[in-house]
């Protein structure tokens, strides 16, 4: 058997060969793997926990919180207020930050997370996971606050996910490519089962909610139209269509063999942008993807750019195999074009 490499030892070797993990890093990216084993011993217990259900409360989406997204979001809060290596968290279940009580040291780094995306598969036992997003403070001299947040996807100095499901895997990026750990429950340690990630420019699947096809925009129309046309169409081949509906899933099956995922704005709330948030599920996976030779934009620029005016912002999310969404991304462009003819 080949010599198993664990997180610490990965995280440790990539601090020895390029210098771009620092102490603080390192420890809050294993305290939220640890974190993450937590969450998953919780899942895995399904009904014989109280895990299951509604906990009968809304959080700030005005979304029906499951149990577990609270007990999540309380194992990743319990686990990173007292290390000393951050200065605040920030939550899709907390409408505020949480800054680090000062019963305990304050850190450089900030950390944003969705604790448990895609709870709605929570009951009927299909993938769920962690999405999260590491930001540095840019200015320690004065107390944190949720401005200190508002900074482009490009700034992460880390971002990640844990997806519970046939295995638990925890894929992570420091900015040196992708990296995948999966969970070996009888020693209880993340082993390192795939490095550097790359996804195909190229793809034949693509992910998104269909039933949503007539609130579609016309590029987003024809993109999709195109794809269901097959090898008769413009496309010239066929495609192949998954929807999980839990993006941490979904983004997996990207990173592992290709593909599209969409979730582009729609008619339906037109003053929103899309339903996905920008800060802890789009920066992260985007800089997963582009870590791993993929593209993320919201069909006019890249996510990574975008300049977030409030924590909780949604955004259009186009991301996976390059060229299929440089299509489209140019798709948009030629209609926006096109409507200021
Ligand atoms: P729909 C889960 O609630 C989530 O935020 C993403 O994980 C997922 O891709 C999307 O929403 C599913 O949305 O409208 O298909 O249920």
């Not at 996971?129 to 900074?151: H, Y």
């Not at 909610?209 to 081949?237: F, Q, V």
């Amino acid at each position: 058997m080949s010599k198993r490499v664990s997180l610490t030892q990965y995280l440790v070797e990539q601090q020895r060969e390029h210098g771009h993990i620092p102490g603080q890093l390192r420890l809050l990216i294993e305290v939220v793997a640890r974190a993450c084993k937590r969450i998953s011993i919780s899942v895995n217990k399904g009904a014989l926990g109280d895990v299951l259900g509604s906990a009968e409360t809304e959080n700030v989406q005005g979304e029906m919180q499951k149990k577990l997204d609270i007990i999540a979001n309380e194992v990743l809060i319990e686990a990173n207020e007292w290390g000393g290596h951050l200065a605040a968290m920030a939550s899709e279940e907390m409408e505020g930050i949480y800054v680090v009580p000062n019963r305990f040291p304050q850190g450089e780094y900030m950390l944003l997370f969705d604790p448990l995306d895609g709870s709605s598969n929570i009951d009927v036992n299909v993938s769920i996971g962690t999405i999260f997003s590491v930001l540095k403070r840019d200015d320690s001299s004065r107390p944190v606050s949720e401005a200190d947040f508002l900074q482009p996807g490009r700034q992460q100095a880390a971002a990640g996910y844990c997806v519970y499901g046939p295995q638990t895997t925890l894929v992570l990026t420091v900015g040196d490519g992708v990296a995948m750990f999966t969970l070996d429950r009888e020693q209880g340690s993340w082993v390192l089962t795939q490095d550097g990630i790359q996804i195909p420019e190229d793809t034949q699947e693509f992910a998104a909610n269909m039933s949503n096809l007539r609130h579609w925009a016309p590029p987003m129309r024809r993109y999709i139209d195109e794809c269901l046309a097959g090898t008769e169409g413009a496309r010239g081949k066929d495609f192949n269509m998954r929807w999980i509906a839990s993006m941490v899933a979904d983004v997996h099956r990207i990173l592992t063999r290709g593909g599209v995922f969409i979730y582009p704005w729609d008619k339906r709330e037109p003053q929103k942008a899309g339903k996905l948030r920008l800060m802890y599920e789009a920066n992260p996976m985007g800089f997963l993807v582009e870590q791993a030779g993929g593209a993320a934009t919201n069909g006019q620029q890249r996510i990574l750019d975008i300049q977030p005016d409030t924590l909780h912002q949604r955004v259009s999310v186009m991301i996976g195999s390059k060229n299929e969404v440089d299509r489209l991304t140019r798709y948009h462009h030629e209609a926006a074009q096109s409507s200021q003819l």
